[in-house]
């Protein structure tokens, strides 16, 4: 290898720590039994991303317990990992019970990526958190940290083969990447303890990935899981039905830092055409590349985004086919249509029925009452009745909401029955609402700097006001709020993004497309609420007087010149 290709300097303290772990070991174990904190020390607090936890304190608490002189009210966050976003109705049954019992929101939060989190579980529950996943088959493992994330796939597997195919692909994709090493099983579970060596970990290796690295499979024309918000994607590609290959995209990824031009949201590269037994070889390569190429150096620029900017697409490519022994192929033709996912009953290739259903920011929750229509808002216990009696599965979706999969049709009006009568399902969310998106924020997370899913609602209803004025009700924008420039609600995939800059300001971005194939450009920096729906009110009157037919609100904006056009490059994200 040339040493051109290694970015060179002094390694990132996460490198260290990650050498230093004993293959993730760390001192956990230790930590777990001091009472005196209820958080972990320096290293681990890290380590323990990488068995799917992070540690927190309520934001909103955290003023008043530094004023008494006390320690912030330290717990975990858990993701689970679910590639495909898959769960029994069983599994959910253990999960509804913990997360009421021993979390202190007492919630289940659906993510952008197909799984669940547990927010607010103290110290002397996590073992017993893990324990409990693991009594029924989930796991946490490479949830979080830098290592190969929760495998995504499009949500309907019932609905083709095809589909059916595809998620088969992305387990099997997520067991080839996991990492191999016994710290989960010996911390958490209890196991035995067995030595690991280098050789046990041949693909992520003894200081694993130099950064978080994210894969989906997805099914076109359905583009729902964001495929360039993610490092690696497997494109299906079908002939009369049957799936024959894919077309791998590499590079995607959406965060940036502030005034920080090296850092950018880019859409992925097309590779080229494998054949399907092409792809644990061509996964493993990707990964493996990026493992010795990424930057090491600065945390900031180690994405495989950044290496393919600095080493140059080709050359990557090259040393995926060189690792992988294939050659990719012309990319076979294909298109997206849509990311949004089919609110309500659709019918499956198996004459079963599956119900999707729109969870407001992926919040499962008994809420109060809903404050739109005033009916009840008891998601929790409502989803809870549909597990103890639904014979298929629950299918999270990459955009937070929930499907319930596989329903005989004598079964269907009784589901229906629960889920109306819990507010799972309301004729009169608008499009707009089933088209907007946030990102957790306050009060879990730590990075956030403006609120996100504690605005949208209240956001939407305004925008939706707006439509109606302008004479566009009915129809709808992707709109997605993050609470910082990390873009964990995709906005940098949305015809409108916020992108949180301090409490209550926002910069504003315009102009993906339906697809979700072009990042969208900054137009105004610094919005407060009110400039937000000024700025709406205005757009919209306009694309709704010079919009040609059929024609989205994000491919208005850059046709009528609000923005320009972002291509794939930094240069026309920063302007420069
Ligand atoms: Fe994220 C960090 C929540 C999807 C980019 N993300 C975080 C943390 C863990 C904050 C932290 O590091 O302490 C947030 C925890 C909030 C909380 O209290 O729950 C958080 N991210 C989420 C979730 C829950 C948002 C949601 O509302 O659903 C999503 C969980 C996904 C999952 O199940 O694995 C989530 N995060 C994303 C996405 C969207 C996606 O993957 O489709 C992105 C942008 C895509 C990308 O990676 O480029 C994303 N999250 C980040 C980043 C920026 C990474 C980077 O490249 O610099 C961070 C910060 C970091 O890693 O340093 C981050
Ligand atoms: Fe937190 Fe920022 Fe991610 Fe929102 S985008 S969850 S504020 S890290």
Known sequence: MTTELIVK?????????????????????????????????ADNFHLIRLHGMYQQDDRDIRGERQKQKLEP?????????????????KQWLT????????????????????TFQFHGVLKPNIKLMHQTLNSIGIDAIATAGDVNRNVLCTPNPIESEVHQEAYEWAKKISEHLLPKTRAYAEIWLDEEKVETT????????????????????????????????????????????????????????????????????????????I????????????????????????????????????????????????RAGISFAQSRPYTFTERGDRIGWVEGVDNKHHLTLFIENGRILDFPSDNHSGISK??????????????????????????????????????????????????????????????????????????????????????????????LEGESIILRVTGCPNGCGRAMLAEIGLVGKGPGKYNMHLGSNLGGTRVPKLYKENLNEQDILTEIDTLTARWASERDQGECFGDYVIRASVVDEVKISARDFHDD
């Not at 996460?14 to 020390?41: H, P, V, Y």
């Not at 999960?95 to 197909?114: H, M, P, V």
């Open 378 to 471: 008891n998601l929790k216990t409502g989803l809870r009745q549909i597990a103890e009696i639904h014979q298929g599965d629950f299918r999270l979706t990459a955009n937070q909401n929930l499907i319930i999969a596989g329903v005989a049709q004598a079964d269907k009006t009784q589901i229906e029955k629960i889920a109306r009568e819990h507010g799972l399902i309301n004729d009169n969310i608008s499009n707009q609402r089933k088209s907007s998106m946030a990102c957790v924020a306050f009060p879990t997370c730590p990075l956030a700097m403006a609120e996100a899913e504690r605005y949208l609602p209240t956001l939407v209803d305004d925008v939706e006001t707006i439509l109606t004025k302008n004479g």
């Open 9 to 41: 300097g002094k390694l990132s303290d996460n490198e260290r720590l990650k050498a230093e772990s004993n293959f993730l070991r760390g001192t956990i174990s230790e930590d777990l039994k001091d009472g005196i904190t209820g958080g972990f020390s």
């Open 275 to 322: 054949s399907v037994e092409q792809t644990l070889a061509v996964a493993e390569a990707v990964v493996t590349t990026q493992r010795d190429w990424g930057n090491r150096v600065n945390r900031k620029n180690a994405k495989t985004k950044y290496t393919l900017d600095r080493v140059g697409v080709d050359v990557f490519k090259a040393e995926v086919e060189k």
């Open 198 to 273: 280098e050789n046990d970990e041949p693909i992520l290796g003894r200081t694993y990935l130099p950064r978080k690295f994210k894969t989906t499979v997805v099914v076109p024309p359905q583009n729902d899981i964001d495929v360039h918000a993610n490092d690696l994607n497997f494109v299906a590609i079908s002939e009369n039905g049957k799936l024959i290959g894919f077309n791998v995209l590499v590079g995607g990824g959406l965060a940036m830092t502030h005034g920080d031009k090296s850092t950018y949201p880019r859409k992925a590269d097309d590779f080229g055409f």
């Open 73 to 89: 009210l330290h717990n975990v966050m858990l993701r689970a990992r679910l590639p495909g976003g898959i769960i029994t109705p």
């Open 95 to 114: 999960i509804d019970k913990f997360a009421q019992e021993k979390t202190s929101y007492g919630s289940i939060r659906l993510t952008t990526r197909q």
